[in-house]
């Protein structure tokens, strides 16, 4: 750390220039970001905060004063609350893959409308597998028609009540399920201000829909069941209006626009509203009667009807994904002329990996509860939904395995041919001491432009969707995954099952790594430098579509950004705003938010930055060349943006500016933005240096010569421009 810095007592001078550094999404303690033994908080909570050296306000050799904005502990919380998260990563995906919609009027209003869908089915795919626990397994098999292992035969004496009072006092576990959602997606990362997206009206109407089509299903499977013993006009009456509930859901998210659409959203607020109202009434109804029924219960195996609900839930689920995935990749274009990750892909993608998600831990849930009970001992296992579902998992995993790799040989050649002319143009003269050095630059340089193949293998992705619309379409058939091996694969008997058993398996140990790392993510800091990036970026953005995936952390920090620039730039002739990584992208959110005299004292300085190689194609509808034009000329293009070949996430904003390259349009100053720093600096170690300079590649390096350079250059033209 650095010491004996000079020190001009604790109010800042009105000359002086604020740095103000925001860090990226691995998280860092404020003594690493400032480069400070001892620092103190003055501004925000423990949660959210701004820091600056202690025990006073320092001044660097450049002539600045370094203050320091953490926000890592937004989108955490308690140990406990982290592990309740994580059974929203399904949610989560959802809710991001409908920020990723493409541009054009039509697709994306498609793509909108598929994502919400989609975010419903997750809701209710949810609330069908709890009540295959609670309903079919414990309620039906468990207490009635096979008796599992003990003390689950009997559960507190339920064994003596009738079916319909088991299962109108267990069908409070999925109502209970559905209460714990509505409050986790209700849970705020503190105190907001100004929200940076108008979005919680929205959010409050999707709320209201996925809690009245939950109920709705969760009455469907009970009315189902006792509807099979015999109709009465009764069940009859309430499976009608719990059918227009569950149609009427739909079809507010079905018209695209039309929840969004401000001339009607009073209207459909009341719909929402209304919707709830009557469905929690059908609840106590369906309970009450089922509760009431003692008689005329079908004598089945398993619940009657839950297999054909559960059926259609992940049938609607896949086909909705393939649908998605097709609307997504027909006549998708190019961003800004490059191939990494193509406009709106993002979306199939994302929805891919919720589905896959929600199947997996869905049928693992149903499978792993039953062989742990012993309720499937009697019948040949659970119900006949989930068994495909667990073997479309098995098989996506595979394919997506193969995938990485096939993908990842076949781009290497092309990807080192690429590094070593780069190596080649900045070491022209290597010495024969230098060789091994610069092979390992070139190795460097050739795994992170694997990003410029995200394009190829997210588009190769999403076409996995087809196996889990395929899986589905043969299970609805009512064929045993065993019997159709045997049949048409010749598979030896059991080996089918062998694969199910090894499918929820992988699930179990896929769920208890992601609760390992919801305990290590926000307690370790090693472990969250790789674990947290994913839920740091995937809490970013509002509940757009889904809404009980976590809350969005960017609703408090934007603003609180803004807002601090804003008092700081009444107080100094100007502010440094420095980010890294995704902290320029809360920085750029921050200066679109900016009032015209406070930009006027803003300059801007991103490094390892996103914004365009990322974030541009993973978010085109909303990260465009016109937004980060915007942002240049609300600064006045007092913005400079440091980048590294040897660094798999950050890049060029407008130009890569590498040697050869033709030279920047002096009449652009979008041309003048981008720097990039060659990493490393020499091959061998200085004159006096023991090591050669590492490899940065996605570090930071507030203190190397560079960065300082253009905390220099940034200040001056800042206290020119006052």
């Known amino acids: ?354 589905v896959a998600l929600a199947g997996g831990l869905s049928a693992g849930l149903v499978y792993q509860t039953g062989e742990l009970l012993g309720g499937y001992r009697s019948d040949g296992g659970p119900p006949l939904p989930y068994r495909w579902t667990l073997l479309a998992f098995f098989l996506h995993v595979v394919a997506t395995a193969l995938l990485c790799g096939v993908m990842t040989l076949t781009s290497r050649r092309r990807r080192q041919r690429a590094a070593a002319a780069i190596t080649a143009r900045d070491f022209p003269v290597v010495p024969p001491e230098a060789v091994g050095r610069l092979r390992l630059t070139t190795k460097t340089i050739a795994r992170a432009r694997f990003t410029e193949w995200l394009g190829l293998l997210a588009a190769t992705y999403a076409a996995l969707a087809v196996i889990g619309l395929t899986t589905s379409l043969v299970g609805a058939t009512g064929r045993d995954p065993e019997v159709l091996a045997r049949q048409f694969l010749g598979l030896p008997a059991g080996a089918v099952e062998m694969g199910l058993n090894g499918a929820s398996y992988l699930i179990a140990a896929l769920l208890l790594t992601l609760l390992a790392g919801g305990v290590f993510a926000y307690r370790t800091g090693w472990f969250r430098r790789h674990v947290g990036i994913l839920w740091d970026l995937g809490t970013f953005w509002p509940q757009a579509a889904h809404p009980f995936a976590p809350p969005s952390y960017a609703d408090r920090a934007v603003p609180e950004l803004a807002g601090r620039i804003s008092q700081l730039a009444e107080r100094h002739a100007g502010v440094l705003l420095c980010g890294h990584s995704h902290g320029s992208a809360l920085l750029a959110l921050a200066v679109l938010r900016l009032p015209p005299q406070v930009c006027r004292r803003v300059a801007l300085l991103t490094y390892g930055s996103p914004l365009d190689r990322l974030y541009a194609r993973l978010f085109p509808a909303y990260l465009t060349e016109e937004m980060l034009r915007e942002l240049g000329e609300r600064v006045e293009w007092r913005w400079l943006n440091l980048w590294r070949d040897t660094d798999p996430v950050g890049g060029w904003v407008f130009a890569a500016h590498r040697p050869g390259d033709p030279p920047p349009d002096p009449d652009d100053p979008a041309g003048q933005v981008d720097r990039r720093l060659r990493d490393p600096p020499e091959l061998l170690p200085a004159a006096g240096k023991r090591s050669a300079p590492p490899l940065r590649g996605h570090h930071p390096g507030e203190d190397d010569p560079e960065f300082r350079a253009a905390v220099r250059e940034l200040t001056e033209r800042l206290r020119r421009a006052v």
């Open 1 to 354: 750390m650095s010491e004996g810095r000079p020190q001009h007592g604790d109010q800042p001078r009105r000359s002086d220039v604020v740095e103000l550094r925001v860090h990226g999404v691995s998280g860092a303690d404020p003594k690493v970001i400032l480069d400070w033994a001892q620092v103190r908080q003055v501004a925000g909570d423990d949660s959210g905060g701004f820091h600056r050296p202690a025990p006073s306000d320092d001044a660097e050799p450049d002539g600045v004063t370094l203050e320091a904005y953490r926000w890592g502990d937004l989108p955490s919380g308690t140990v406990g609350r982290t592990l309740a998260m994580v059974f929203l990563l399904p949610f989560m995906f959802s809710n991001v893959a409908v920020w990723m919609r493409p541009t054009g009027r039509y697709r994306a209003g498609g793509v909108n409308v598929l994502c919400r869908l989609l975010a419903l089915n997750l809701t209710v795919l949810y609330v069908v597998a709890i009540a295959g626990v609670g309903l079919d397994l414990l309620a039906w098999r468990c207490l009635g028609a096979a008796r599992c292992r003990a003390p689950f035969d009997t559960m507190a004496g339920l064994d003596g009540w009738h079916v319909g009072q088991r299962l109108a006092v267990l069908a409070l576990l999925p109502i209970a399920a559905i209460a714990v959602l509505r409050l986790l997606g209700t849970r705020r990362s503190g105190p907001t201000g100004h929200a940076t997206w108008a979005m919680e009206p929205l959010v409050r109407r999707l709320r209201m829909i996925h809690v009245a089509a939950a109920l709705a299903v969760l009455d469907l499977v009970l009315l189902t069941a006792r509807h099979a013993g015999g109709a009465t006009v009764g069940t009859t009456l309430l499976l009608v209006l719990n059918a227009a509930v569950l149609l009427a859901c739909i079809g507010l998210l079905a018209v695209p626009g039309l929840i969004d659409r401000a001339g009607i959203t009073r209207a459909v607020t009341w719909i929402a509203r209304a919707l709830g109202v009557v469905a929690v009434g059908l609840s106590v109804a369906t309970l009450v009667i089922v509760a009431t029924d003692r008689g005329g219960w079908s004598p089945t195996s398993e619940l009657p009807g839950y297999g054909g609900i559960a059926g259609a839930a992940l049938l609607g689920q896949m086909a909705l994904l393939v649908l998605l995935s097709a609307v997504v990749l027909w006549k998708r274009g190019r961003v800004g002329g490059r191939s990494a990750l193509p406009g709106g892909l993002g979306a199939a993608v994302l929805a891919t990996i919720a």
